[in-house]
């Protein structure tokens, strides 16, 4: 199985603030790989697939880069808005896995 | 817009079955692969299964297989998850979600196992 690492674990930043997140998997998943946000109480909306392919919708401070086994997703200027748990999926070999999620907060 | 939405979910007691349903809708449902996640209370998501467009290709995690079987039916729209043989790790909200990049969820259901 693919092992998906996810880091940090939690952070919290300023409004305004640029924020990356790092999933790295424990062999190459080529660019199959989708970044979720979810928020409390919601089910997960999807922001990124194919590493760094925006979902519709999703706001362009949203960008995610990456191939292999390491992958990043950058909120380019933080919102208030941004607070939930994000969490990475590599789609590539089953069983499809997550990794185990980054709580963001705003000071 | 695209949608899904879950049904079915309940509490019900270990070793007990239930049958989860997904209906979607606003987009061609026979062209799409499906995916079923769960997530357990206060805990990250797992992939639980998934099935191809004709019904015909199925992966399962492995602490469910042999007990949990997805289905769908094309001409109505709907995916299934038959859930059998259910423990309290099971708990979990299910949703269902379009693709294998999971790019439209439903709200979820709730399965709780308990005596």
């Known amino acids: 199985d693919v092992q998906m690492t996810q880091s940090p674990s939690s952070l919290s930043a300023s409004v305004g603030d640029r924020v990356t997140i790092t999933c790295r998997a424990s062999q190459s998943v080529v660019r199959w790989l989708a970044w979720y946000q979810q928020k409390p109480g919601k089910a997960p909306k999807i922001l990124i697939y194919?590493?760094?392919a925006l979902g519709s919708g999703v706001p362009s401070r949203f960008s995610g880069s990456g191939s292999g086994t390491a992958f990043t997703l950058t909120i380019g200027s933080l919102q208030p808005d941004d607070v939930g748990i994000y969490y990475c999926l590599q789609y590539y070999s089953y069983p499809l896995t997550f990794g185990g999620g980054t709580k963001v907060d705003v000071k | 817009e695209v949608q899904v939405v879950e049904s079915g979910g309940g509490l019900v007691q270990p070793g007990g079955s239930l049958r989860l349903s997904c209906a979607a809708s606003?987009?061609?449902?026979?062209?799409?692969?499906m995916t079923w996640v769960r997530q357990a209370p206060g805990k990250g998501l797992e992939w639980v299964a998934n099935i191809n467009e004709d019904g015909g290709e199925k992966h399962y995690v492995e602490s469910v297989k042999g007990r949990f079987t997805i289905s769908r039916d094309n001409v109505k729209n709907l995916l299934y998850l038959e859930m059998n043989s259910l423990r309290v790790e099971d708990t979990a909200i299910y949703y269902c979600a379009r693709r294998l990049e999971l790019d439209y969820w439903g709200q979820g259901t709730l399965v709780a196992v308990s005596s």
């Open positions: 194919e590493a760094s």
């Open positions: 606003d987009f061609s449902f026979r062209n799409y692969k």
